[in-house]
C-alpha cells in the first residue's frame, strides 16, 4: 500500500454535484498487486492510484517513461482473445500498449471507480486466478472514495444492433445497467448457458467475479505458436479437454463459462467511458463485436446522450441530460 497520492488541485474540485447526485468515485489510497501475463507469460507489476475527477481510467507505462494510454474504446487496437488498448508513437514518445485489461476493467465498472490511474511496468495486466474477484479485492483493501463532481452516465435512447459471424449483440433503452448473455458450444461440459443479471456491485460480486477465463486443450499449442496463451495454467484458466474439466478443484460456478463472457463484456462495454443505463443482449458475444457495437452506437449521436442520475432506495433516477 502506498500513501494517497491525489492531486490537490482546483480541478479537481471544479465540478460541485448537486446534493443526492450520484458523484465519480475513486480509490482511497493506491494498491500495487504482481503477477504474470495471461498471453505474454511476462512477470508484470501494478498499482492502481487514485485520479482527479474526469481523468478517467488510464494506463501509465512506468516501463515507457510513462506513455499515458487511455481506456476508450477508440483506443482498441485488437481484440484476439483480449482486449488491447494502444497509442501509436508521436514525436518523442513511443507507442504503447496494455493488453488483456477486461478484467480489471469489469472490477471497475462493478465497483463503480470512474478515474484511476494504473500504474504498469509492462504491456499486460496480470491475470492473477483469470478472473475479477483479485481486482475487487484491491479496490475493497484500498477503499473507495466520493468525489465533488457529478458521475456521468451513457443513456441509450434505441436500440443499437450488430452482427458478426455467429456474433449478435444489441444495446435496448433501460433504467438500469441490465446484461442477457447466450453462449452455445458444441463441447458437452458447456453447451448452451445463458445469464441475466442487473450490474450491481453486490449481484457482480456474487454472480460473476469470480467466473475464470476459459479455453480449450486442443487449443494450447496453437496459440502459444501464435505467441499468446504463454501465461496460462489451471491456476489462472478454465482447460476443457473433451468432455472435462482438466482444473482439480473443477468449477466455481455451474455454469461459469457464460458467467466469464458476461464479466468480459462488462469490460468491454466500461471502455464507452462511463456506465451504461441499457439492456445488453448478447449472443455469442466476444471483445471484437462488443468494441464494434460501441463504435456504432457512438457514431449516431441520435442513438445515445449523456445524464446524471441521483441514488433513492437503490433505484437510478435521471436528472439531468446533455
Known sequence: MYLNDIHDSAD???RAAPLGVV???TLAVP????????HSGMPVEMILRPAP???????????????????????IINTRLCSMLGVPAMGD???ASVSTVEHLMAALAAAGIDNLLVDIDGPEVPVMDGSSRPFLFLIDCAGVTEQA??????????PVELEQGASLVRLVPADRWILDVTIDFENPVIGRERIELELTANGFASELAAARTFGFAH?????RAAGLGRGGSLDNAVVVDGGSVL???????ADEFVRHKALDAVGDLYLAGAPLLARFEGLAPGHGVNNALLHKMFADPTAWRYTECVAEAGQLHQVAAA
Open 12 to 14: 479537481f474540485f471544479r
Open 23 to 25: 458523484r465519480q468515485r
Open 31 to 38: 494498491m500495487r498487486c504482481s503477477g504474470i501475463g495471461l
Open 53 to 75: 475527477v474526469d481523468s478517467g481510467i488510464r494506463f501509465r507505462r512506468s516501463d515507457l517513461g510513462g506513455v499515458i494510454v487511455p481506456a476508450r474504446h477508440d483506443t
Open 93 to 95: 514518445r513511443p507507442a
Open 149 to 158: 463532481a457529478a458521475r456521468r452516465f451513457i443513456e441509450v435512447l434505441k
Open 219 to 223: 487449443e494450447v499449442e496453437q496459440m
Open 247 to 253: 482444473n482439480p478443484e473443477g468449477l466455481r460456478y
